[in-house]
C-alpha cells in the first residue's frame, strides 16, 4: 500500500475521532450544503453556526428562497456581511428551482456565486462525487505536506492525486478540521498531529494578507446603513443620525450600495431594494 494510503488511514482515523460538531456536517441534501457552503465563504463558522439553522427553517428549499422578497433574504443575512452573497444565492436558487440540481462540479460552477471550492464541496458531499474542495486552508494544509507553497491549480492536483475516493467526504472534512484545528495559519500543532510523519514543513506557506480591521471600515459603514434601511426606509440625513456614522462614510455606503442593487432611491428616500 503506498504513502497516500497509509497517511490517509491516519488523517481519517483521527477525524474519527476528533471531529468538529457542527450543524451542516454529516448533511447531504445539496441545499443544505449550498447555504452553508456560501455562509462560510467569507464568515467564520462559529458565527455560521449561530445562523445556519434559523436561515434553513425561513428558506428550507431552493424554491423558498427564490420567492421571498429581497428585503426578506437580506433580514435573514444579517450578521453574516458581504451580503452580495445572498442575493446570488437567491438567483442559483431560483435556477434549481427550475431546473433542478446540476450535479457535476463543471456544472454546478455555473450557478450564481458558486466558485471551484462550493461547486465541489456540493457535488462530493450531495452527490457522493470524488473530488478535493480546496481552499485556503486545504491549500495550506497541503503546501506543509510538500514543503513548498502551492498554488491554486498545483494544490487542486495534488489533492486530486491523494483524495480517498471511498470516503471523499470524510477525506475533504478531514482535511478541513486538521487545517482548522491544528495545522493552523500561524504555530501549529505538530507535536498532536496525525499526519506529522509525512509533512515535509511546516512553514512552507505564506499566510494571506491580514483583512483589515472591521471597525472603522466601509464594509462596517455597508452593513450599519443595510441595517437601519430594512428597519425602515430613511434618507441619507436620516441615516447619519440612526447609523452615528460620518456623513461621508453613509454618502459611500449608499453609493455602494446603490450600485449592487442592494438599495434603491426615490427622491430623497432610500429603501432596500425589492427585486
Ligand atoms: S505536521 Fe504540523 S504543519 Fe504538518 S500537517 Fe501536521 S500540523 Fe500541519
Redesign the pocket.
Known sequence: MGEPDTRNRALLAWYHREARTLPWRGRTDPWEILVSEVMLQQTQASRVAERYEAFLAAFPTPGALAAAPLPDALAHWQGLGYPRRVVRLRDAAAHVASHGWPRTPDALRRLPGVGPYTAAAVACFAFGVPVAAVDTNLRR?LS??EGRHLGPGEAERLAASLIDRRRPADWNQALMD?GAL??RPTR???PR?P??SW?TD?SAYRPPRRQPPYVGSHREARGRVLAALLEAAATEEELTRSTALPRDRVRRAVASLLDDGLVRRDGPRLSVADG
Open positions: 494544509v506543509r505536506w486538521l491544528l495545522c501549529p500543532d505538530c498531529c499526519v506529522a509533512c511546516p
